[in-house]
């Protein structure tokens, strides 16, 4: 089966692929109202981007609150579902890369959740993306990055398979590291009585240390480190961590 190759594999795939499950698939797998309270009180009441927005879970009910809140995403299929669900248009949507474009600001908060920085999977992408929040942040203001602690990556298998049984239907996640360039290539295959559908993904995985190094060659330093959304303290075996970083310039 293949795995999603580079010729056919945009920065779009993943949330076109996974719009329609999205919310069912990933709901209950982070700390919605946790994400939204933290992210809240850090605005202080003032503008909030979110990367990646996908379908809206934690940008509606920020800017449900009344704190101006503009989301991006480059999958066409994530924000037509978030504009159908946002019919007043609470959330100012852009349809973009986050590594090539991000709206001018200047933002008090900057926020990437749930792994979702993960998705850009070209080192220079990832590093074009910090360099336009650096720019895009307001002097006071704060980057925050959700992602997991990778536990012995170097020894994890190459490959490997995971079910997932669904209500409806058994999921089989089919997953390829390539040890050069570090990249986690996979294939979802939803099994169900009207067939197969496959959904492909890939994010390039990057411990907090490595993050800290992108961020600092940005003009970014660590201020926190939370293992949580609720600010547990993070420590050597937190598998979890919510990052926040602040202009080195300020």
């Given at each position: 089966m293949e795995l999603s190759n580079s010729v056919n594999y945009l920065s779009s795939t993943y949330g076109d692929a996974f719009a329609d499950v999205y919310d069912d698939w990933y709901q209950q797998v982070t700390d919605v109202k946790g994400t939204v309270s933290l992210i809240?009180?850090?605005?202080?009441?003032?503008?909030?981007?979110?990367?990646?927005?996908?379908?809206?879970?934690?940008?509606?009910?920020?800017?449900?609150?009344?704190?101006?809140?503009?989301?991006?995403?480059?999958?066409?299929?994530?924000?037509?579902?978030?504009?159908?669900?946002?019919?007043?248009?609470?959330?100012?949507?852009?349809?973009?890369?986050?590594?090539?474009?991000?709206?001018?600001?200047?933002?008090?908060?900057?926020?990437?959740?749930?792994?979702?920085?993960?998705?850009?999977?070209?080192?220079?992408?990832?590093?074009?993306?910090?360099?336009?929040?650096?720019?895009?942040?307001?002097?006071?203001?704060?980057?925050?990055?959700?992602?997991?602690?990778?536990?012995?990556?170097?020894?994890?298998?190459?490959?490997?398979?995971?079910?997932?049984?669904?209500?409806?239907?058994?999921?089989?996640?089919?997953?390829?590291?390539?040890?050069?360039?570090g990249i986690v290539r996979g294939q979802s295959v939803e099994l169900s009585e009207s067939g197969a559908v496959l959904r492909p993904w890939r994010i390039l995985i990057k411990t907090p240390d490595e993050l800290d190094q992108i961020a600092a060659r940005q003009s970014l330093k660590l201020v926190e480190r939370w293992q949580d959304w609720q600010q547990s303290a993070f420590t050597s075996t937190s598998d979890h961590h919510v990052s926040v970083y602040a202009s080195a310039n300020s």
């Open positions: 809240s009180r850090l605005s202080q009441g003032l503008d909030v981007l979110e990367l990646g927005v996908g379908t809206g879970r934690l940008a509606l009910p920020i800017a449900s609150k009344g704190i101006p809140t503009t989301g991006v995403d480059s999958s066409p299929e994530m924000l037509r579902r978030l504009r159908a669900r946002d019919s007043s248009g609470i959330v100012k949507l852009h349809l973009a890369n986050m590594s090539n474009w991000l709206p001018p600001g200047p933002f008090k908060i900057i926020f990437c959740a749930y792994n979702t920085f993960f998705n850009l999977v070209d080192p220079a992408e990832q590093e074009q993306c910090l360099q336009l929040v650096s720019n895009r942040l307001a002097p006071d203001g704060l980057f925050i990055v959700e992602a997991f602690v990778p536990s012995n990556y170097s020894l994890l298998p190459t490959r490997g398979v995971e079910f997932r049984y669904l209500k409806d239907a058994t999921v089989l996640n089919i997953t390829i590291r390539e040890k050069v360039s």
